[in-house]
């Protein structure tokens, strides 16, 4: 006996035993006639209206259904699919199943979907010649948060962008509005609706690369820079460059004078698997830093300086915001 909990009222389905061997060997038939793909929907739906008894109808009503659906399950196994739909349908009554059309499963993509699509945005994006002018008309929103010199805020949440390369800046794109990228608080703002499709992707990568950097953002405390620099050489310079540059053949993010705070948190993001778009070589190199590592590295990181000729003067302004 199995007992069903119904909201106010508890009742056990008899002949079980025989219900579910012929639960059993209709799914069975269902997977080798596919003829009947509503009977197995129906089947669920009551199923469930069973157990939980949403509307609360009469227990008369309930064991009325069970006998339907027995009836309905034989005449079922027995070929009669069309008079098993019909019988099983009453059960919507009875148990006053409302007459929606069941919600289509919807299958969530998996990593390797959203790689494929968000691969295909990048190559596009990335064969196309930048047009800077619309690039910035494009970067008027995003200068909200990224600030008009693309440095973002000073504690962190926000990465420098200024500079960065065109290929990362058009990758992280691409992942943001493809959901590819944990934790993205922008991807409303980058969505193709808000900016347009891949050309204005290329644009604005475009208009950001030309941006000059500040090497005066947040950084760590300083005290284990010796630790940081040695992690740096074993662990990080292989891929982002001897001097944090990065490398737009691979997209490997340009790192040096990245403000600490968000690289902390994105290097703690990628290492714990949550910021979905990692390098996984890279994940695979650092899964062993504790808090140690992580802050003796970037510390170290945040005080690397791109060539002179791509920092920005104190005090720079962007020209292109500068209203008269
Ligand atoms: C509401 C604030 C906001 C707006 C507007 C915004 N961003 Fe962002 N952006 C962020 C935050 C926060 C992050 C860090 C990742 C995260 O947490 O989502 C980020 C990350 C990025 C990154 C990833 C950089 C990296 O180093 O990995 C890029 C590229 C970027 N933004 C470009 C843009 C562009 C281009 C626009 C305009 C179309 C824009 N953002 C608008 C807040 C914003
Ligand atoms: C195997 C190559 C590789 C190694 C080793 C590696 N990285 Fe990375 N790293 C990457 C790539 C590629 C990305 C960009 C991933 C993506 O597309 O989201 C990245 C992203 C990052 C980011 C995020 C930057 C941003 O702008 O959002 C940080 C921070 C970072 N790496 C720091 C480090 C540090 C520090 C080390 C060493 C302890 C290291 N990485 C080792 C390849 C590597």
Not at 90 to 115: Q, S
Not at 141 to 165: F, I, R, T
Not at 279 to 300: C, G, S, T, W
Request: proline content about 6%; overall charge negative; glycine content about 6%.
């Amino acid at each position: 006996m199995v007992s069903v909990d119904s909201g106010p009222m508890s009742i056990s389905i008899p002949n079980c035993r025989r219900v579910v061997i012929a639960i059993a060997t209709a799914s069975l038939l269902v997977i080798s006639l596919p003829a009947v793909a509503g009977f197995d929907e129906d089947l669920e739906r009551i199923d469930h209206a069973l157990r939980k008894n949403p509307s609360r109808v009469l227990q008369q009503a309930v064991e009325s259904c069970l006998g339907r659906r027995a009836f309905a399950l034989d005449l079922y196994n027995r070929g009669h699919t069309v008079r098993a739909e019909r019988f099983l349908r009453l059960c919507f009554d009875l148990l006053k199943i409302p007459e929606v059309a069941p919600t289509p499963k919807v299958v969530a993509p998996t990593p390797e979907d959203l790689n494929a699509k968000a691969r295909k945005q990048i190559e596009q994006a990335l064969s196309l010649t930048p047009d800077v002018a619309h690039g910035l008309q494009i970067y008027r929103d995003c200068a909200a948060c990224h600030m008009p010199e693309g440095w973002s805020l000073p504690y962190g949440g926000m990465p420098q962008l200024a500079g960065q390369h065109r290929s990362v800046i058009i990758k992280q794109l691409a992942d943001i509005r493809i959901g590819n990228r944990g934790n993205a608080m922008m991807a409303a703002y980058a969505s193709a609706e808000a900016i347009g499709g891949a050309q204005s992707i290329a644009d604005v990568a475009g208009y950001i690369e030309s941006l000059e950097i500040n090497v005066r953002l947040g950084k760590g405390s300083g005290k284990d820079l010796e630790y940081g620099e040695s992690l740096y050489r074993e662990n990080c310079a292989q891929c982002h460059g001897e001097n944090g540059e990065g490398n737009n053949e691979t997209y490997t993010p340009r790192i040096h004078a990245q403000n600490y705070n968000y690289l902390v948190r994105q290097f703690e993001w990628i290492r714990d698997g949550e910021r979905h778009n990692a390098n996984p070589e890279m994940v695979a190199q650092i899964k062993a830093f504790e808090d140690r590592e992580v802050h003796a590295v970037l510390d170290y990181v945040s005080r690397l300086e791109p060539p002179i000729e791509m920092q920005a003067p104190p005090d720079w302004k962007n020209p292109d915001f500068v209203t008269e």
